[in-house]
């Protein structure tokens, strides 16, 4: 492919025009001298903080760090130019909605970029192999039990039994767990015996009793009859979700590159760590 053809398929060129067309428009039917131009400029100062801790502990019921002041200062000074620079566009207009969905309106317009952008297969093939672990099926397992509640050490007794004829459900404890489950996954058996009890007895043999094994109710024999590996399908298999996901990892790209753009046209003052330890008391 040529050098041409490739420029004009990079969705970071369709965003530059798209961007460049729009500001375009705005300085056309809001011509600004700019020797007139007030200054760019954000200031947040330490007496924000108390109603920002506040908000914290109401929203996450646990006290604000001075990292998480700095974080939300951060977030603030980000929804404010972005807010600004949504208004200068005039995409407030007819529109009664909150700071927030003005800046999420500058989002769009990267999200509408990303959205158009169509990519190689080769591109796409690599977007794919760098997030393999995202597409993977989960590991199953078909096993049966035997509950031997609070008496571990009559696991090898049960094992005899098993091995020499007797029924699973003719041994152990009584007790209202499932007598094994069916292809099952991760999820469904820590939610039938409890955090752990997957690792366990997926460590085990297939085809053999072994024991103890412990869940959250007590100790067990397990017999694993089959155990289904995590399995990467190919990308043909999942190209429209990888497709999706690609677009949206270009689009936060974009929305990044945007944001430093416009940040770097303000003077951000926002108070530093010792300050905010300051107002906070520590």
């Known amino acids: 492919m040529g050098v041409v053809q490739r420029v004009l398929r990079d969705p970071f060129i369709h965003f530059a025009v798209l961007g460049a067309g729009v500001f375009l428009w705005?300085?056309?039917?809001?011509?600004?001298?700019?020797?007139?131009?007030?200054?760019?400029?954000?200031?947040?100062?330490?007496?924000?903080?108390?109603?920002?801790t506040?908000?914290?502990?109401?929203?996450?019921?646990?006290?604000?760090?001075?990292?998480?002041?700095?974080?939300?200062?951060?977030?603030?000074?980000?929804?404010?130019?972005?807010?600004?620079?949504a208004r200068g566009l005039s995409l407030e207009?007819?529109?009664?909605?909150?700071?927030?969905?003005?800046?999420?309106?500058?989002?769009?317009?990267?999200?509408?970029?990303?959205?158009?952008a169509?990519?190689?297969?080769?591109?796409?093939?690599?977007?794919?192999?760098?997030?393999?672990?995202e597409y993977a099926s989960t590991p199953s397992v078909t096993f049966q039990q035997v509950y031997l509640s609070d008496q571990p050490e009559a696991a090898a007794k049960v094992i005899a039994a098993l091995e020499a004829g007797s029924s699973p459900r003719e041994l152990g404890a009584t007790s209202m767990l499932a007598p094994g489950l069916q292809d099952?996954?991760?999820?469904?058996?820590?939610?039938?015996?409890?955090?752990?009890?997957?690792?366990?007895?997926?460590?085990?043999?297939?085809?053999?009793?072994?024991?103890?094994?412990?869940?959250?109710?007590?100790?067990?024999v397990v017999l694993v009859e089959a155990l289904t590996p995590a399995r990467v399908p190919e990308l043909v298999d999942v190209q429209d979700r990888v497709l999706a996901d690609w677009r949206r990892d270009r689009s936060d790209s974009l929305q990044e590159e945007l944001f430093k753009e416009l940040e770097a046209q303000y003077r951000v003052v926002v108070p530093d760590m010792s300050q905010i330890r300051e107002a906070m008391g520590l």
Not at 26 to 52: C, F
Request: hydrophobic residues 35%; negative net charge.
């Open 26 to 52: 705005y300085g056309t039917v809001n011509p600004q001298d700019e020797e007139a131009a007030p200054e760019k400029e954000i200031v947040l100062s330490t007496a924000q903080i108390p109603a920002l």
């Open 54 to 85: 506040a908000r914290f502990q109401a929203s996450l019921q646990r006290p604000a760090t001075p990292e998480d002041v700095q974080d939300m200062l951060n977030r603030l000074v980000r929804e404010e130019i972005m807010v600004r620079e």
């Open 93 to 116: 207009q007819n529109d009664p909605v909150i700071r927030q969905r003005l800046a999420q309106k500058m989002r769009f317009l990267t999200d509408a970029a990303a959205q158009s």
């Open 118 to 133: 169509v990519p190689t297969q080769d591109e796409l093939q690599t977007f794919y192999e760098q997030n393999q672990a």
């Open 184 to 220: 099952a996954s991760q999820r469904m058996v820590e939610s039938r015996f409890g955090r752990g009890f997957f690792e366990q007895i997926t460590a085990q043999k297939v085809g053999q009793w072994q024991g103890p094994v412990t869940s959250t109710f007590g100790a067990h």
